[in-house]
């Protein structure tokens, strides 16, 4: 199984022509195995780095089971925290759409926070003075979840309702990450995602 492979660099600050620079380097590979992406792991803790180490499963939305990922890792007594999160924009909509995800949010006892875009133009229906006409076809609104919690079946049943309007996944990120850690998150981590590795001078 091989995986995308994202390494950034801590930042490096230099001084030319009397000014000041900071220079952001980031490294991108693809098709890398799990025991090569340990390796590196390995090799950057060795070298005094503190490694940060995020999971993004965009790419492989469809094998990807927040669920299962999550069951293994309080098996295995590790801690995390589990977001919800929307995809392909699926959090956008008229107000119609963002209100019935709204509202099966609500029954569940989660937080949001809803944003409007009103474009006011000669084919827009909305004038803003006119409150009635902010909810027209031309509106669009955007819904952000506040969903962060120590196990992911806490939303389970909500993301199980959400899909049925819209697009959810969930993000994982451990308390810690050591190389134990690690290799057991890439044998549950489907082909396809994407491992960031960001690097910090300890």
Same mark, same amino acid.
């Given at each position: ?19 000041d620079?900071? *220079? +952001? !380097?980031?490294?991108?590979m @693809? ?5 090569? &992406?340990? /390796?590196? =792991? ?9 490694v ?9 939305f469809?094998?990807?089971d ?7 890792l ?15 924009? *699926? +959090? !956008?909509?008229?107000?119609? @759409? ?5 509202? &099966?949010? /609500?029954? =569940? ?5 809803v ?10 229906e ?35 309702e ?8 969930? &993000? ?31």
């Amino acid at each position: 199984m091989t995986y995308q492979l994202t390494i950034k660099y801590p930042k490096l600050e230099e001084r030319i022509d009397e000014k000041d620079s900071v *220079t +952001n !380097k980031k490294e991108t590979m @693809t098709e890398i195995p799990k025991e090569e &992406i340990l /390796e590196l =792991y390995q090799e950057f803790t060795r070298a005094g780095y503190a490694v940060k180490v995020d999971f993004k499963t965009e790419n492989a939305f469809d094998e990807f089971d927040v669920f299962q990922t999550a069951h293994i890792l309080e098996t295995n007594g590790i801690d995390y925290k589990a977001t919800l999160k929307f995809l392909d924009k *699926t +959090n !956008k909509g008229s107000y119609d @759409t963002i209100a019935t995800i709204a509202g &099966i949010i /609500e029954r =569940y006892g989660f937080d949001y926070t809803v944003s409007s875009k009103l474009p006011i133009n000669e084919k827009s229906e909305i004038n803003f003075d006119k409150e009635d006409t902010w909810f027209g076809p031309s509106a669009q609104y955007t819904l952000t979840p506040s969903i962060r919690v120590k196990s992911a079946s806490e939303f389970k049943s909500l993301a199980e309702e959400l899909s049925q309007h819209a697009s959810v996944t969930g &993000i994982i990120k451990t308390k810690q990450t050591d190389d134990q850690i690690l290799y057991l998150c890439l044998d549950h981590y489907p082909a396809g995602t994407e491992i960031i590795l960001t690097l910090k001078l300890a």
